[in-house]
């Protein structure tokens, strides 16, 4: 509807107009049902005793033209409203005759985007086929040439490969006229070299039955030293936590203690109000920020909470790394009348 006003202005004006000339008649009322009163003056028959037959004449015709007007005037206001509805179903028809070209616009412009997406993905998925395709190419022709490559390699080891078998049986030879004698010296050596691996074998299960032995005491003697160590680490943390605990309460004490000693109650405030403020805080205790996050009911109170937090900066705070875990953005219940 919106869109039919702003692009057809006049034509709506011409509307509103209309409907505002049909209601101000409307509300002005013309009767045209009731009947026109009959204004000639009551004539005492009774009293009267000479009747001038020419004034009666002339107050009849001045009647007659009284309601001639009134009867001009009510079909000129009849033709007036009539031209009126027809004018506004003549606008109404030509605002829903325009407003059916502008869906049938939107439509075909819906169209013809919907047929260019079309072809747009039919270019891009040509484009990626033909990449592919250009891929797959640009693989076989590296497979191509992977598969020369091996097989130039394949022919040159063959070729060492020959020339390795011939000096190899050479060599076969010549071991053989030696394997004879290696072989008398081996055994000999063979003997020398089982009792010698004998005794190196009872000497090396003893250094290791030693050396296990050392390891667990070691292992054992680190284990309950790391225990130990836990154990101590376990205590200090839960000391220094039970020593934050205690700091934490001392200084939220602290924090709001100063804050209700800052506070003003509002005028008209009563008692038993209270609310949630969350504040940011700088080194130092000094407010970065402050604001309600759990209201009281209460404007005026949960605002004088607030500036009673304004005016208490800066807050008491620890320093080091207890205000930087816990105070850098604290949270807590205002309650004056606790």
């Not at 004006?13 to 509300?27: K, N, R, Y």
């Not at 027809?86 to 919907?114: C, I, S, T, V």
Request: hydrophobic share 40%; glycine share 4%; net charge positive.
């Amino acid at each position: 509807m919106l869109d039919i006003v702003k692009r057809n202005p006049l034509a709506v004006a011409v509307a509103v107009l209309m409907h505002l000339a049909i209601l101000a008649f409307l509300v002005v009322g013309v009767d045209w049902l009731e009947k026109p009163k009959d204004n000639r003056p009551v004539v005492d028959v009774v009293k009267a005793r000479v009747i001038d037959q020419a004034k009666v004449q002339a107050e009849v015709e001045k009647l007659k033209q009284a309601d001639l007007k009134k009867e001009t005037e009510k079909k000129k206001e009849e033709k007036r409203l009539a031209d009126l509805k027809r004018k506004q179903a003549e606008e109404k028809k030509r605002l829903a005759a325009l407003e059916k070209k502008r869906k049938a616009d939107e439509k075909a412009e819906a169209k013809r985007k919907a047929e260019v997406k079309k072809k747009a993905e039919v270019k891009k998925k040509a484009e990626a086929e033909k990449k592919r395709i250009a891929d797959l190419e640009k693989k076989r022709k590296a497979e191509q040439q992977k598969l020369a490559k091996a097989e130039a390699e394949r022919k040159a080891a063959e070729k060492r490969r020959v020339a390795e078998e011939k000096k190899r049986k050479a060599e076969e030879k010549k071991r053989k006229a030696e394997e004879k004698r290696r072989k008398e010296e081996a055994a000999r050596k063979a003997a020398e070299e089982k009792k010698r691996k004998q005794e190196a074998a009872r000497k090396a299960a003893e250094a290791e039955k030693k050396r296990k032995a050392e390891a667990e005491r070691k292992r054992k003697a680190e284990a309950a030293r790391q225990a130990r160590e836990a154990r101590e680490r376990e205590l200090r943390e839960a000391m220094q936590a039970e020593a934050n605990a205690r700091e934490i309460d001392r200084y939220s004490a602290m924090i709001k203690d100063k804050v209700i000693d800052s506070w003003t109650r509002p005028v008209g405030v009563g008692e038993g109000l209270k609310c949630v403020i969350r504040v940011r805080l700088g080194p130092g205790g000094i407010v970065l920020a402050a604001n309600v996050t759990q209201g009281s009911g209460n404007g005026a109170f949960d605002r004088s909470a607030v500036a009673a937090v304004n005016k208490a900066d800066p807050l008491p705070v620890p320093t080091g790394a207890l205000f930087e875990s816990s105070f850098r953005d604290i949270t807590f219940t205002f309650n004056p009348d606790d």
